[in-house]
């Protein structure tokens, strides 16, 4: 099999705030003079086995609040864009979670404007394009999500789209209609983490009534076939992210990972890394993990590349570019 990492992709399910690498954790706290609930990045290291999405949400929300100004934002998402061009992304389209930093006195535009730092020297240097996905705290009042879109209306032109992730169950994603309303009237694309931990009760209304075009993770979908097929006819696309499912426990190992049965049924499936620094894994090393669990052949997971292109929200000129360079890429493996 040749070097998956060099496959060019699109990541279309990454929080940047999940891939704050311990070292970077203690180096900005100390910058920032924050003290932390750990004394060392190996302490910290060993905190990074989870028994569910809680128990690493918990750890995910106490590494964040190292994240204080323009530079921090700038800084770990020049370090993530580093390791994405590594892994062959082409395109990124990176969720951020500015309630985790306006509770904390951060201001959205210090968050923003720290992000598309990094975002346009990646593209200077690498030519990686993408942008910023907006995520609302489901498990926080849907009025706080409303004013969150709205302190960033004026500034809509700088995002792609909106998410919802945060705790699953018991914030069904039909709380968040009217935010996901005013999101459409901005221009927005709509997507929301549903079927993680969740059942497909929390994907039918992800669909029917937020009027997502992309579903995150959504692998309890197939839980009930009509969903399947409703997601199969309507072609759309799911973002799912292995090495995290089997870190967060939805699966014990991957060769018990649903994804197989995701392609045979007729879904869009995309592989991203969503959390890469607790969970292990990068983008590309999420190809490797599952083209050796289920010994998938060259051109399923050329394929796969395929789909992460087609799930995106890139233009249609810049879609055609992608692919031309995954078949490049292909052909130059004799694929
Ligand atoms: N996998 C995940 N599910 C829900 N919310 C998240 N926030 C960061 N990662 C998440
Ligand atoms: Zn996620």
Not at 6 to 17: D, F, G, Q, V, Y
Not at 62 to 86: E, G, K, N, P
Not at 172 to 199: C, I, K, Q, S, T
Not at 274 to 298: C, R
Request: with cysteine.
């Amino acid at each position: 099999m040749p070097d998956l990492l060099a496959l060019p992709k699109t990541e279309l399910h990454l929080h940047i705030e999940g891939t704050l690498e311990p070292e970077m954790v203690f180096a900005l706290a100390e910058r920032n003079g924050i003290s932390l609930p750990f004394d060392s990045v190996d302490e910290l290291r060993e905190r990074l086995e989870f028994t569910d999405l809680q128990s690493f949400l918990d750890l995910y929300f106490a590494c964040s609040i190292v994240l204080r100004t323009r530079a921090d934002f700038a800084d770990l998402a020049r370090a993530y864009l580093a390791r994405a061009h590594a892994q062959g992304v082409r395109h990124v389209e990176m969720f951020f979670d500015p309630q985790a930093h306006t509770s904390r006195g951060v201001a959205v535009d210090t968050v923003i404007d720290g992000l598309r730092d990094a975002l346009a020297e990646a593209n200077l240097e690498w030519g990686i394009t993408g942008g910023l996905i907006l995520c609302f705290l489901r498990d926080l009042p849907v009025e706080k999500a409303l004013e969150t879109l709205e302190s960033v209306a004026h500034r809509a032109g700088d995002l792609v789209g909106v998410g919802l992730d945060s705790t699953e169950v018991g914030y069904p994603p039909e709380l968040f209609e009217r935010v996901y309303r005013r999101a459409r009237e901005l221009g927005l694309h709509a997507v929301a983490h549903a079927g993680e931990e969740g059942g497909p009760e929390y994907v039918w209304p992800a669909l029917e009534v937020l009027g997502i075009e992309r579903l995150d993770h959504g692998i309890r979908s197939l839980e009930d076939p009509a969903l399947v097929e409703a997601l199969r006819e309507r072609q759309i696309p799911l973002t799912v992210c292995p090495l995290s499912t089997v870190r967060l426990r939805g699966v014990d190992t991957m060769v018990e990972h649903p994804l197989p049965r995701m392609l045979d049924a007729g879904l869009l499936v995309t592989v991203n890394s969503d959390d890469p620094s607790y969970f292990g894994g990068y983008i590309g090393d999420n190809y490797v993990a599952v083209q050796q669990a289920f010994d998938f052949d060259l051109s399923t997971m050329v394929m796969l590349a395929g789909n992460s292109v087609t799930a995106s929200f890139a233009s249609d000129e810049r879609k055609a570019e992608l692919r031309g360079e995954i078949a490049a890429w292909s052909a130059a493996q004799g694929a």
